[in-house]
C-alpha cells in the first residue's frame, strides 16, 4: 500500500477508506442477514401457530411476517452495526493490519473517517424506517387482520370450494357469497372431535340454507349465524345420531390476532400526530423519543464498538462479542 493514500486526501474516500469501508459494511451486513433470519424465524413460527387456531387466515401469513418484519428494524439494525464494526475492525486487528496502518501514519481520525461513512447513512435510513416506515406497516398489519374479520372471503373461504377447518378438524363448504363476503347460501359444515368421556370421536354435521357473519359488541368475537338448516351429530361407529332443525344456529368462530393494547396503538400512529400529542401525551412523547432513539443508537453504539473492535493477535475471534451483547443490553434497557 502506498503511503501516499494514507495521507489526507480532498476526495471523499481514499484507497485505504474503501479498503476500511468494505470492512466494516461487509461485517455489518452479515450481522443484519443473521439477526434478520433469527427474527424472521421467531416471527414465521408465531404466525404459523396463529394460522393453525384459526386467528389469522393462512392467504395472509407471508404478508404478515413481512410487516412485522420491519417493524423489528429500529432494534436489528443498531445491534448489526455494532457488531458489524465489532467484526470488521476486529479482524484488522488481529491480523495486525491495524498496527501496520498506523504505523504507516493513519491516526484516530483516518480509523473514523470510514466508519462514519457506514454509520450515518444507516442511520439517516434507519430514522426514515423508524419514523414513517414501521409506522405504516404497523398500520397496515392492523388493517389487514381487520379486514380479515370482517370478511369470509379475505378469511380464506371461497364459494364452491371445500376449506379445511383450523387444527383438521373438519371441513366447510359455502355455495354462495355475497360481494363484500359476509352474507352466504347453501353452508355445510362437517365437525370431527374427541369425546374424552367415551374415548371416540364425533362428529357434527351442519347444514344452512343460509345465514351471515356478524360480531358482538366490543367488535372481538365472531360469530356465524346459521338460518333455516339442520344439524346431525352423534359418535362414529354407533347407530345413536340426533337429528335437529333449526331456524337459527349461531357459531363462534376463533378469535382473530388483534392487539388492542394502548403500546400498540401507539405503535401505528403517525410520528407527526406524536409530535402534535407529545406536549400533553406522556405515552405519545415515550413513544416519539423511542422513534428517534433507533438512529441516534445507530451512531452511538457503532461508535461504541469502534474501542471494543481493539484486540490482541492471540486474542479469540469472538473473544469481544459477549462483552458487545452485554454492551447492547445495558444500552437498551437504559432507554
Request: proline share 5%.
Amino acid at each position: 500500500m502506498k503511503p501516499n493514500s494514507l495521507r489526507q486526501s480532498p476526495l471523499p474516500l481514499r484507497i485505504v477508506d474503501r479498503y476500511l469501508l468494505r470492512e466494516v459494511v461487509a461485517g455489518c451486513g452479515a450481522a443484519a442477514a443473521v439477526l434478520l433470519l433469527v427474527m424472521v424465524g421467531g416471527l414465521a413460527t408465531e404466525m404459523l401457530n396463529n394460522v393453525a387456531r384459526g386467528r389469522i387466515p393462512a392467504e395472509l401469513l407471508l404478508t404478515l411476517i413481512g410487516l412485522h418484519a420491519v417493524g423489528t428494524l429500529p432494534l436489528l439494525v443498531p445491534l448489526a452495526v455494532l457488531l458489524g464494526v465489532l467484526l470488521g475492525y476486529g479482524r484488522l486487528w488481529r491480523d495486525s493490519e491495524m498496527a501496520v496502518l498506523q504505523a504507516s501514519g493513519l491516526d484516530a481520525r483516518g480509523l473514523l473517517r470510514p466508519l462514519l461513512w457506514c454509520v450515518l447513512p444507516a442511520a439517516l435510513l434507519l430514522a426514515l424506517v423508524a419514523l414513517w416506515l414501521a409506522p405504516a406497516a404497523d398500520r397496515k398489519a392492523q388493517d389487514l387482520v381487520t379486514r380479515a374479520s370482517r370478511s369470509l372471503i379475505v378469511a380464506g373461504l371461497e364459494p364452491g370450494r371445500f376449506v379445511e377447518l383450523p387444527g383438521r378438524e373438519g371441513v366447510i363448504h359455502v355455495g354462495e357469497m355475497s360481494a363484500d363476503g359476509t352474507r352466504f347460501k347453501r353452508m355445510f359444515i362437517e365437525i370431527e372431535r374427541a369425546d374424552a368421556q367415551a374415548g371416540k370421536r364425533r362428529i357434527d354435521v351442519i347444514t344452512a340454507a343460509s345465514g351471515f357473519l356478524y360480531h358482538d359488541a366490543d367488535g372481538v368475537g365472531r360469530y356465524l349465524a346459521l338460518e333455516d338448516g339442520f344439524r346431525v351429530e352423534g359418535k362414529l361407529g354407533e347407530d345413536d345420531y340426533r337429528l335437529m332443525r333449526f331456524q337459527r344456529n349461531d357459531m363462534k368462530l376463533p378469535d382473530v390476532v388483534s392487539d388492542k393494547s394502548e403500546t400498540a396503538r401507539k405503535r401505528a400512529v403517525r410520528s407527526t400526530s406524536l409530535w402534535r400529542a407529545s406536549a400533553d401525551d406522556p405515552f405519545a412523547r415515550a413513544e416519539l423519543h423511542w422513534r428517534l432513539a433507533a438512529p441516534l443508537s445507530v451512531c452511538v453504539l457503532g461508535l461504541l464498538a469502534w474501542p471494543l473492535a481493539r484486540s490482541s493477535p492471540r486474542e479469540p475471534r469472538y473473544a469481544r462479542l459477549l462483552l458487545a451483547l452485554l454492551a447492547w443490553l445495558v444500552y437498551y434497557n437504559l432507554l
